[in-house]
């Protein structure tokens, strides 16, 4: 197995690994997560490991395709695979941001309606011998969504967390509040609805 092959298997194994590293129940076992107080912001080391191993995964999408076109090792197993991990990885995360109701319902349901059907196509294509791996506008899709989930994993990261001793602390220096913080999800929540309808229909 080639190396960009490996890392579609990796991104793989990462994607079971965030859904336990962010759902498990710490406070069940006795595991208090800390945080990381920076200029009056506390940040929680979960959420920035859940940030940091997201963004590895999504990295490994975009060397996987790189070292195979620069190397001349595209297989049939990564043009299949790669688009599957892929969607697993978006998907998930996507699952487990409208759960903690950072992002709406609605277009998440949209988007794994879209790639069922879309990788039933794929399917149908296989058992006829036809690999069809995922065009322009579709990795477009993948960028454009991996880019969504990590702006809003940073304004996960970024909220403030109540403090004992500054029950009343602003966020950072330019005083950005949570009804800013909120406008701003808002807005982000939007555009990812807006901007999901123009690549609805891309492979």
């Known amino acids: 197995m080639n190396l960009p092959n490996k890392l579609t298997i990796?991104?793989?194994i990462l994607v079971p690994i965030v859904c336990l590293v962010w759902l498990f129940p710490y406070d069940?076992?006795?595991?208090?997560?800390?945080?990381?107080?920076?200029?009056?912001?506390?940040?929680?080391?979960?959420?920035?490991?859940?940030?940091?191993?997201?963004?590895?995964?999504?990295?490994?999408?975009f060397l996987d395709g790189k070292i195979a076109r620069k190397n001349n090792l595209?297989?049939?197993?990564?043009?299949?695979?790669?688009?599957?991990?892929?969607?697993?990885?978006?998907?998930?995360?996507?699952?487990?941001?409208?759960y903690k109701?950072?992002?709406?319902?609605?277009?998440?349901?949209?988007?794994?309606?879209r790639d069922?059907?879309?990788?039933?196509?794929?399917m149908i294509a296989a058992q006829r011998g036809i690999v069809v791996?995922?065009?322009?506008?579709?990795?477009?899709?993948?960028?454009?969504?991996?880019?969504?989930i990590i702006f809003v994993l940073l304004l996960l990261l970024l909220r403030i967390y109540q403090s004992k001793n500054h029950p009343s602390l602003?966020?950072?220096?330019?005083?950005?509040?949570?009804?800013?913080l909120k406008k701003c999800q808002d807005f982000w929540k939007a555009y990812l609805f807006a901007g999901y309808q123009f690549l609805f229909f891309t492979v």
């Open 10 to 12: 990796f991104r793989i």
């Open 28 to 61: 069940q076992f006795g595991l208090k997560i800390g945080y990381l107080t920076i200029m009056g912001v506390s940040i929680s080391y979960l959420n920035l490991l859940v940030l940091a191993l997201f963004c590895i995964a999504s990295f490994t999408d």
């Open 74 to 98: 595209v297989t049939t197993f990564g043009k299949f695979a790669d688009p599957i991990a892929d969607k697993l990885l978006v998907n998930m995360t996507l699952i487990l941001l409208a």
């Open 101 to 113: 109701h950072m992002i709406p319902v609605v277009p998440v349901i949209l988007m794994i309606l």
């Open 116 to 122: 069922i059907i879309v990788d039933g196509c794929r």
């Open 133 to 148: 791996s995922a065009g322009i506008l579709g990795k477009m899709k993948t960028a454009f969504q991996m880019f969504t």
């Open 170 to 180: 602003l966020m950072m220096t330019t005083h950005l509040d949570m009804e800013n």
